[in-house]
């Protein structure tokens, strides 16, 4: 039996992102076990830049959480991710654990290509902001193999389920999942398959997914985006993953050759300005309450 890992980025118990990959496991046309985790839950502190794991093979110096969230993606056979927008982007537990993404090297093999599908709740039509794009961000660093992403609008608790049309969502996800995968009706990058570019030129644009860049014309009055593969990529392709690790570890024997000559530019700022110190730390109420029906 295939494994479900569903990721809930939402603090808020039996919210409509736990609610949404929960109809979307109703849905799979196959029986399947399904594991939830909610990111919030999860102590995951800021990545160091030590480079040691990337040494010892996903062995981190933190002793935080992190692990603990590799090794349930690394154990799944997929993988349905729900998160909301908050101030026009997806909740930060998603970046929080996507910076930790020099220990992803270590479990690399096990994360490679695993079916996901993504879903953003947005509390108001239209104010989703770059949520969507955290979503797919968040899917392709985790190295799977993205087969839809969709949007869906509702602000109270379980307020998505009011519209129907968002229970079929959920099942054109499940049937997405380990079926074909749904293409882009919009303009999206022919590497990457993202539809969120930034524009660099007059008819220049950088996809905000892969980083690549290309052309945008207008042909038989639609939007084509013609986008060109650079040197170096992070995920297109398994070797992509290898050769970023290869230039991640490359890093230390660069910084040991040019430290002397990066020491002086960095010690001139050392006295400038005054640093303002935060409070002592305070042990923090929890004042989460469950949903009550």
Known sequence: MKKILGIVSSARRLGNCEIMVKEVFRNLAEPCELNLLRLTDFQIDP????????????????????STVLEAI??????????????????????????RGLSFYGEMDRMWGKPAVGVAVAGIPGMEGSTLLGIESF????????????????????????????????????????????????PSC?????????????DRVRCMLCSNAGTLHMQNGTAVVEMEMSDHQLFLTRQDVRNHKTWLIGMKERFMAMRKSLKPISVD????????KPHPKRQNANFEKDYEE
């Open 74 to 99: 690394g154990s799944a056979d997929a993988v349905i991710l729900a998160a909301p927008a908050y101030f026009l982007g997806a909740h930060s537990a998603l970046k929080r654990f996507l910076d």
């Open 190 to 202: 022919s590497l990457c398959g993202g539809d969120t570019f930034r524009f660099i030129g007059p």
């Open 47 to 66: 990545c160091r830049g030590c480079y040691h794991c990337l040494f010892k093979d996903g062995d981190c110096v933190l002793d935080d959480d992190c």
């Open 139 to 186: 899917l392709k660093l985790i190295l799977a193999d993205i087969r839809q992403t969709r949007v869906v609008y509702g602000a109270l608790p379980g307020e998505i389920f009011l519209d129907d049309g968002n229970r079929k969502v959920a099942r054109r996800l499940a049937q997405s999942l380990f079926g074909p995968k749904v293409p882009k009706s919009a």
């Open 269 to 276: 700022y050392l006295k400038d300005g005054q640093w303002i």
